[in-house]
């Protein structure tokens, strides 16, 4: 319904309909009463005929690509084709369940004017997305009638995966580098490239210390070696019905989670001259992409995980490791996303995941359940509560015996809660490249 009533004219009403119960009684209030009905109905018609007619233009402007989790601005004009100032109520069609902050806004407007509406929105499921209508609403020069109008501004756009998070954390992975230079992430063995000379700082080994260039600058100098570059790092997601829930109070599952640290990863390792590869599987291996460097690298490994999502499939990890050794003959880093549910599937996961070694360096990244460590610390209210804190203390301590079984047998693991796996992911790899594990 283009036209609506507004508050101010139901509580005319209200008064009207008062006056004329009481008018049934008292006889003096039926003149009033007349032309209060008139001038009433005479307001009102002017307003609904003031009111008619369209007045607005409304623009949507939108980015290509939105990240998930993350609030990506919403621009909206809207342009007054009228000789007189309205108070909008600006609202935006929501994007599927993305969360809307600022939504619906309030504005005033000139006449023959425009004004910009700007809101964030924050979506929370990936893939492609379609934008609707956007509803202004003002009210008439009496505000007892408001104009309803609604403007066809489709637009569609693209969730992806936080891509902003790369720029976000730059300065975490140059802070990466520089801890490596001064010392902290030494390089222990293999081969080593020559990369400049620079100042000894504490911690450095004395095998690198250049005594002619000491000599020369009279101030203690070393020699920095670069990590090697143009190896290889295979990033498994594992999208079982494992990494279905969600983590954390973001509203993200544990696959948004995976793919966030897993594409900040790769543009850190591309960054640095590696490739990186892709196997995203459940009962079978669903995305294979061979490891690519480059800029094209980071292209295809986003564009091949910004739709996917997490299904009701059981987890094969052993058809998933046999299917990265048969693919990727050179040593690379295998970095497996995944979470366990129950004891079957942490054994099959650690029997799998050793079957990487020792030709590949596997890291495994488990998320820590923060529902499940609530529980096992929760207070004991009823006798109900013993049983539950015990399952979710079993829970836990299976999860312990799991990691400690994968790092007894040489394998990587990297055990944080979902929001700090990304930057975690992120120094676990630069601590491996200076240590020469690869």
């Not at 209200?14 to 008139?38: I, K, M, Q, S």
């Not at 509406?117 to 499921?125: G, M």
């Not at 059981?314 to 995944?338: C, G, H, P």
Request: hydrophobic residues 45%; aromatic residues 6%; proline residues 5%.
């Amino acid at each position: 319904m283009p036209i609506v009533p507004t508050a101010r004219l139901c509580v005319l009403a209200f008064v009207a309909t008062a006056v004329a119960v009481v008018a049934g009684y008292v006889d003096a209030l039926v003149v009033p009463l007349v032309v209060l009905d008139f001038v009433l109905v005479v307001a009102t018609v002017a307003d609904v005929v003031a009111v008619l007619g369209k007045r607005l233009t409304v623009e949507r402007a939108v980015p290509a690509i939105f990240s998930i989790g993350r609030a990506n601005v919403v621009t909206l004009t809207v342009q007054n084709r009228s000789a007189r100032a309205l108070d909008l109520t600006v609202a935006d069609d929501p994007l599927g369940d993305a969360r809307a902050e600022g939504m619906p806004a309030a504005a005033r407007i000139a006449a023959h004017g425009a004004i910009v509406v700007r809101y964030d929105l924050v979506p929370s499921a990936r893939g492609a997305r379609s934008f609707g209508r956007v509803t202004v609403e003002y009210p008439g020069p009496l505000g007892l009638w408001a104009r309803r109008e609604r403007f066809d501004a489709a637009a569609d756009v693209d969730v992806y995966p936080d891509v902003h998070a790369a720029r976000a954390l730059e300065l975490l992975r140059r802070q990466g580098r520089k801890d490596a230079r001064l010392g902290s992430l030494r390089v222990r063995g293999g081969d080593t490239d020559f990369e400049r000379l620079r100042p000894y700082a504490r911690g450095d080994e004395p095998r690198h210390v250049d005594w002619r260039a000491t000599a020369r600058r009279d101030d203690v100098t070393v020699r920095q070696y670069q990590a090697e570059s143009d190896q290889n790092v295979i990033f498994a997601l594992d999208i079982g019905r494992a990494m279905r829930g969600q983590e954390g109070d973001s509203g993200l599952s544990a696959v948004d989670h995976a793919m966030n640290a897993a594409l900040l990863a790769a543009d850190v390792a591309l960054r640095g001259g590696d490739k990186a590869g892709l196997v995203v599987f459940d009962d079978a291996a669903r995305v294979w992409l061979p490891p690519t460097g480059g800029r094209a690298g980071a292209r295809k490994l986003t564009r091949a995980i910004y739709a996917l999502d997490a299904d009701l499939a059981a987890t094969d990890y052993r058809a998933a490791m046999s299917f990265v050794q048969a693919r990727v003959k050179a040593r690379s880093l295998v970095i497996i996303f995944t979470n366990v549910l129950d004891p079957r599937s942490a054994k099959e996961l650690a029997s799998a995941v050793k079957t990487l070694l020792p030709r590949h360096l596997p890291l495994c990244v488990l998320m820590r359940d923060g529902d499940v460590e609530s529980l096992a610390r929760s207070a004991i209210r009823r006798p109900d509560d013993l049983y539950v804190r015990a399952a979710a203390a079993d829970t836990l301590h299976q999860r312990d015996e799991l990691i400690r079984a994968l790092r007894n047998s040489g394998v990587l693991v990297l055990d944080k809660s979902p929001g700090e796996i990304t930057p975690e992911l992120v120094k676990s790899y630069l601590e491996i490249k200076a240590r020469r594990l690869l």
